[in-house]
């Protein structure tokens, strides 16, 4: 099936130069229903055309596809409670401010640190990380607000490999190959390069990054961080989301390999955080966001800087991946924010007149 209304979105984005390509998938939780791959990795005379298995940096969806799974895991399996201080697992997390915040305030974005800080003109690698999330100061009261935070989510990660004893990259190899979802990975191999779609020119590494991640933070990690790293193809984000839809409706076999119904619907439902959108990890359904008008009251997913999102709604057993480049050649075209709900309410016009 072509979704003409939305294919026209999308290729009407490409010629306005608000990306210069895009793989496109959507489904349901047993089949797939379009893919399809449009314009070019870049926009020179010459650039290479998309394929299905072009490889894009998946920037933000790493916070759901790979931490949010890995900590869903965690909890299920017992060895992380969603109530536990973060000081439990990073003692260098103290001070009177920050003392009782927790894991769901951090997967919540509630625990009061910043959006974004510029911690990779200073500092590189974990153990500097951990310090310097440690002693920034706290914007608001932990769970008076939400405010999205890479900087949180960075936290999180950390937290998961102490609990886990194994890094996030190794965690969420294990859940990919639990899953069978193929071309997606941390620190994507060389042999990926010439189907990838590069990012932006980047002045503080002083090249056209490919396949090398495009966030600075997430750079200064060596390219495993639990906010960014990701690299993917639409496949296998479509594969994830599959999972997830057969999980939340309680399909035995996807709760033993994802999480049980029970979790998947605690994460993915809206918390109760004064003011937010925000569920565990995941975002939910207002009609001014990247999803449109036209989702269900249940639907939840999450978008990605370089030009990346995944919406999920269980109510109409739909989903749909978007993957661009958008940040080709540079980060300042965001263009990208009216393309988003366009596409997605195309998307759900066309399944609604199928009906």
């Avoid at 010439?194 to 990012?199: I, L, S, V």
Wanted: charged content about 25%; overall charge negative.
């Amino acid at each position: 099936m072509i979704f003409t209304r939305a294919r026209n979105v999308v290729s009407g984005a490409i010629s306005r130069h608000a990306f210069p390509g895009a793989v496109v998938e959507t489904g349901t939780s047993r089949e797939v229903r379009w893919r399809e791959a449009m314009g070019h990795l870049t926009y020179d005379d010459h650039a290479a055309a998309t394929t299905l298995d072009t490889i894009y940096d998946l920037a933000s969806l790493t916070k759901v596809v790979a931490t949010t799974t890995a900590a869903m895991q965690l909890v299920e399996a017992g060895r992380l409670r969603l109530g536990d201080l973060v000081a439990r697992w990073l003692p260098q997390w103290r001070g009177e401010d920050r003392r009782l915040v927790t894991v769901e305030d951090l997967l919540s974005h509630a625990a009061g640190l910043p959006a974004w800080l510029p911690f990779f003109r200073e500092h590189q690698g974990r153990q500097a990380f951990v310090t310097e999330l440690a002693r920034t100061p706290l914007e608001y009261a932990p769970r008076s607000a939400s405010v999205y935070s890479d900087l949180g989510f960075i936290l999180l990660g950390f937290v998961l490999e102490q609990a886990a004893e194994e890094s996030l990259d190794r965690q969420f190899a294990a859940i990919s190959s639990r899953l069978g979802l193929g071309d997606i990975t941390f620190r994507p191999p060389g042999a990926w390069q010439p189907r990838t779609a590069p990012t932006e020119f980047d002045p503080w590494r002083g090249r056209l990054l490919k396949g090398e991640v495009h966030d600075e933070n997430a750079a200064a990690l060596e390219g495993v961080a639990g906010h960014a790293g990701l690299f993917g193809a639409v496949s296998a984000v479509g594969e994830f989301a599959r999972w997830v839809l057969r999980a939340r409706a309680g399909d035995r076999e996807a709760c033993e390999r994802l999480a049980s119904r029970e979790a998947v619907v605690r994460f993915t439902t809206r918390h109760d955080v004064p003011g937010s959108s925000r569920a565990l990890g995941w975002d939910t359904m207002l009609p001014t966001s990247s999803c449109g008008t036209r989702m269900s009251s249940l639907a939840f997913g999450h978008t990605g800087f370089t030009g990346t999102s995944l919406w999920i709604d269980p109510m109409r057993d739909l989903y749909a991946v978007l993957l661009t480049n958008r940040v080709y050649p540079s980060r300042a075209n965001e263009a990208i924010t009216q393309a988003r709900p366009a596409f997605h309410d195309a998307v759900l016009e066309e399944v609604v007149s199928s009906e």
